[in-house]
């Protein structure tokens, strides 16, 4: 039973990883050369906006570090379909070193797609191709992923050997939070048939957890600001809302389109709750997202004031 249920685990953390993986590399992608180009300008003054903006924001690259006036990034795998010269496949570091433009991509300096890959029509217009790059973010996801599967296996290897056992290690740290999810989570808000969701609230509740542990850890391969990616708050949200109507059964839909209110309040509540319907999910996804972008850009501020103060 263990078994099946950890199997059933690693199968809905692939699947959200992958929609996850799609949507961030759609929607969001940020400037790849940014610091290449103030090596090129030489030493500016210290702007905190910009330096909070660059760190909470998905780019093309992953800078490493800073040694004197070199910087250290890992260019990342660009993959663009042109609207008329099809799929292309290249490093983004092909954007670093003073090159404008790579088989006519360039990152955007300013209009509606600024610090994200464009190609320009034969009039100068933006143009927005399908842009499914590994940004920093997506990466992030990757990594993210492959610890969630690294971890639980295993500890569904540990209980194989260890059956009858105390949990030991990593398997003691691991056990008392899926407890935590479902006795106070899953039983309480569910009731009797918890069991079947409960694959899907562990992988939420541990992508977000690892995601926003190593979102505060400052060195490679921490530091992404994964749950702080709209478009990843929206993915976790439209699966919930699917789920949630999918299996919601007659009582769920009862209280919605005939809510137990006197017949003169049903005018006023049924509206309110078919709003409410799509309201929720809404609210989730902007709460994550606010939340964990703003402890960034407070721990950043705090950071620009060192450099503030010290000039």
Do not use: C
């Amino acid at each position: 039973m263990i078994e099946s249920f950890k199997q059933k685990i690693f199968a809905v953390s692939i699947l959200v990883a992958l929609l996850l993986t799609g949507v961030s590399a759609n929607l969001f992608a940020s400037d790849a050369h940014g610091h290449d180009q103030e090596h090129q300008q030489g030493t500016k003054e210290f702007d905190p906006g910009t330096f909070i903006m660059d760190h909470i924001g998905d780019t093309y690259d992953w800078h490493i570090t800073t040694i004197g006036e070199k910087h250290i990034s890992v260019p990342l795998l660009v993959i663009v379909m042109g609207k008329e010269s099809g799929w292309h496949f290249f490093s983004s570091a092909k954007f670093h070193h003073g090159h404008d433009a790579y088989k006519g991509f360039s990152i955007a300096h300013d209009g509606p797609y600024k610090n994200k890959i464009v190609e320009y029509a034969a009039n100068g217009e933006q143009l927005r191709p399908l842009d499914l790059s590994i940004t920093k973010n997506v990466l992030a996801i990757f990594i993210s992923m492959a610890l969630m599967l690294w971890i639980f296996l295993s500890v569904a290897k540990s209980y194989k050997l260890r059956e009858g056992q105390a949990p030991k290690g990593l398997q003691s740290f691991i056990e008392p939070l899926i407890i935590f999810i479902r006795d106070d989570v899953a039983k309480s808000s569910i009731g009797p048939k918890y069991e079947g969701y409960m694959p899907y609230l562990l992988t939420v509740f541990f992508f977000i957890f690892f995601n926003n542990l190593m979102g505060l850890i400052p060195i490679f391969p921490g530091g992404a600001n994964v749950t702080g990616n709209i478009a990843v708050t929206l993915v976790l949200a439209v699966i919930t809302f699917v789920i949630t109507l999918y299996k919601g059964n007659k009582n769920y839909y009862a209280h919605i389109f005939w809510p137990p209110v006197p017949h003169a309040l049903k005018i006023i509540m049924i509206p309110i709750e078919i709003i409410g319907v799509f309201i929720k999910p809404f609210v989730l996804m902007v709460r994550l997202f606010a939340n964990i972008t703003a402890g960034h850009i407070i721990v950043l501020g705090f950071f620009s004031l060192i450099f503030i103060f010290g000039g």
